[in-house]
């Protein structure tokens, strides 16, 4: 009734490409925006902030990147972790040398990092495909990550082996390190996320895009028609790297802010992703979302959420529960709708146009 | 009064001696199969040329030589007075070759819209950094092409399928997508790989009509592969047989008819 484009005509190509064409998604767009930037930060205590809504934005910022590698352009992935981890290495380089540098930028900055890596490891892609390129980038998630431990000098020879997240501000406040507020570090995360999925949904609807796409699809017809595979998917790793990068440089400053952060980028943070996208929805953003929501919500609400509802559970047990849930759901979601919940979604979008009719 | 619409008849005559593609002395073959054998052929431009022969005779394998898909070990590929030893894909596409499929090559994820503007890549300049933004220049251009492949799509007369994924089409309507997609390449050779293969009357007729229409109307010339006599005796202006890899017959159609090899061949000769 509500969702019904009936009256909304389109006078101009540019309005009918408009990546939210219908006026109603508009405005569900603009509420989201609106409960994202006002209404959490005002009702949502620190808690909640900090162990809910930044690794959900960082989790769906890695999963866009994914997407773009995976879902986009058909290349299985399983170095996530890896190029998360060149951006948090790199963000940590450039912080502790140009100390002055806003640190924003130096987070921005880290993903050209990740993204010159995931170039190189890129290149095996024009010969292999498939589960054949999934495990060349196994070996760049191996090698990054023994990289990581052994190189002293990526984490400036800190006794602890690991990057200790210097304090910096933006406006006067600590945004990193460990007298920043979750307010400030969710702002700034936000922000992050927001205007990298604007810019990766310009680029998947424009030219760009429909090429990743194409050599999704069907190779062969892609080259014939002018499209360089090797330049194109090499453009997809660099792009998706720079998401990861960027991700894993806002993970390790902005979320984690260090110490514990050892071997933080390891094979499960690539596989979590990867499972991610796919309960999300490859080749879909908003899925990326979707996904990420699911897979890195779900362990807290079970942890606080049975609890706050009257269900005893014990922090062991809802560990367990949520391995358990999460594996099981996996599953069910490869049989039922292999497309994820993008697909639902979408379904349900359709049901609701022509509701009440069938179709 | 309207002024009376003059409409061409037959595909244009006035260009028809000048040698749009030759191929000369082409030989390609796999380890041990010779799947193309010392054949000489050229394709006028503004002509329907059909290349006909029996399964396994190297028509197809011919269309990916002269696309760069394949490199013949020995001959010359001429295109638009260019000889071109090795020709990488990308660039015979950028020199104007454009193709359809014997088995529907779409991109199957993709509207039938996106997967016309894909044709449009190679026409479409602005750089990376405009992309990230869709605005400006990049978006301009969009518009600018999205205006040719509506014409396009006017042409073919899908515009009740714009926004299907094209895996959801019928086989017909995805070979006239096909179609619609190596137009949208603005190709001056134009290779389509048994466009009627699999489709009923009526479907054929139409895409006949498509055929003839894209040749008048665009002077296009087109080189195609079809099983369907009646089609390519009617739609082509000269035919060249393949059997075995070998030319056997070169001519019009109904110079080809009548030859007696072609004839053997196809009906196999009493030993």
Same mark, same amino acid.
Do not use: H, Q, V
């Given at each position: 009734m509500l969702y019904r484009e009936a009256g909304q005509y389109k006078t101009s190509y540019a309005a009918d490409m408009a990546? %939210? /064409?219908l006026r109603q998604d508009r405005i569900g767009l603009a509420a989201i925006l609106a409960i994202a930037f006002v209404a959490i930060p005002m009702t949502g205590n620190q808690f909640f902030l900090s162990s809910v809504m930044i690794p959900f934005l960082v989790f769906s910022l890695a999963a866009v990147g994914l997407n773009i590698l995976t879902g986009y352009t058909g290349l299985l992935s399983l170095g996530t972790g890896a190029f998360m981890g060149v951006g948090a290495y790199a963000c940590y380089k450039l912080a502790t040398a140009f100390p002055d540098v806003n640190i924003l930028v130096w987070i921005l900055c880290s993903g050209f990092f990740a993204a010159a890596i995931g170039v190189i490891f890129g290149l095996p892609s024009l010969r292999i495909k498939g589960f054949y390129l999934a495990v060349a980038t196994l070996a760049a998630q191996f090698f990054l990550q023994w990289s990581f431990v052994r190189i002293p000098w990526l984490y400036n020879y800190n006794a602890s082996g690991a990057i200790e997240v210097p304090t910096r501000t933006l406006f006067g406040l /600590? =945004? @990193? *390190?460990? @007298?920043? +507020?979750p307010e400030t570090r969710y702002f700034a995360l936000l922000v992050i996320v927001v205007a990298l999925t604007w810019i990766a949904s310009n680029l998947v609807h424009g030219r760009v895009g429909r090429m990743w796409m194409a050599v999704r699809d069907m190779d062969i017809a892609a080259e014939l028609m002018g499209i360089r595979l090797l330049h194109t998917k090499l453009l997809a790793f660099a792009v998706s790297s720079f998401f990861c990068g960027v991700a894993g440089a806002c993970m390790m400053f902005l979320w984690y802010g260090g110490g514990e952060a050892n071997d933080l980028f390891n094979i499960n943070l690539s596989f979590n992703i990867l499972f991610m996208v796919i309960i999300g929805g490859l080749g879909s953003l908003i899925g990326s979302f979707m996904g990420a929501a699911f897979i890195s919500i779900l362990p807290t609400a079970l942890k606080f959420g049975l609890p706050a509802i009257g269900i005893p559970i014990a922090g062991a047990t809802a560990e367990h529960v949520n391995l358990l849930l999460v594996g099981g759901l996996i599953i069910f979601f490869l049989i039922v709708e292999p497309h994820g919940l993008a697909r639902l979604w979408q379904i349900l979008k359709q049901k609701l146009r022509v509701w009440p009719f069938p179709y | 009064m309207n002024a009376p619409v003059k409409i061409p008849v037959g595909s244009a005559p006035l260009e028809r001696e000048e040698i749009l593609l030759a191929v000369e002395n082409v030989s390609l073959s796999f380890g041990g199969v010779k799947a193309i054998q010392d054949v000489s052929f050229d394709v006028r431009k503004g002509e329907i040329r059909a290349i006909i022969g029996p399964n396994g005779a190297g028509k197809t394998s011919m269309l990916n030589c002269i696309n760069g898909f394949y490199h013949p070990q020995q001959g010359r590929i001429t295109f638009k007075g260019r000889t071109r030893p090795r020709m990488r894909p990308h660039e015979a596409a950028s020199q104007g070759v454009a193709r359809t499929f014997q088995n529907v090559? =779409? %991109?199957? *994820?993709? +509207?039938t819209l996106d997967n016309i503007m894909v044709g449009r890549t190679l026409k479409m300049k602005e750089p990376f950094f405009w992309q990230l933004w869709r605005h400006g220049p990049a978006m301009r251009e969009e518009i600018r092409h999205r205006a040719v492949v509506e014409d396009i799509i006017d042409f073919l007369q899908i515009q009740h399928i714009r926004r299907t994924p094209v895996g959801k089409l019928p086989y017909g309507l995805q070979k006239r997508v096909e179609l619609a997609r190596a137009l949208a390449m603005e190709p001056d050779l134009l290779l389509l790989d048994e466009p009627m293969a699999g489709m009923n009357l009526e479907e054929k007729e139409d895409m006949c009509r498509f055929i003839l229409d894209v040749n008048n109307q665009f002077g296009t010339t087109i080189a195609l592969i079809e099983h369907d006599m009646g089609v390519v005796m009617d739609l082509s202006d000269r035919v060249v047989v393949l059997e075995y890899g070998r030319k056997i017959a070169d001519g019009t159609p109904a110079e080809v008819k009548a030859d007696s090899r072609v004839i053997d061949a196809y009906l196999g000769v009493a030993h």
């Open positions: 990546i %939210f /064409p /600590p =945004l @990193t *390190g460990a @007298t920043a +507020s | 090559a =779409l %991109f199957k *994820g993709m +509207s």
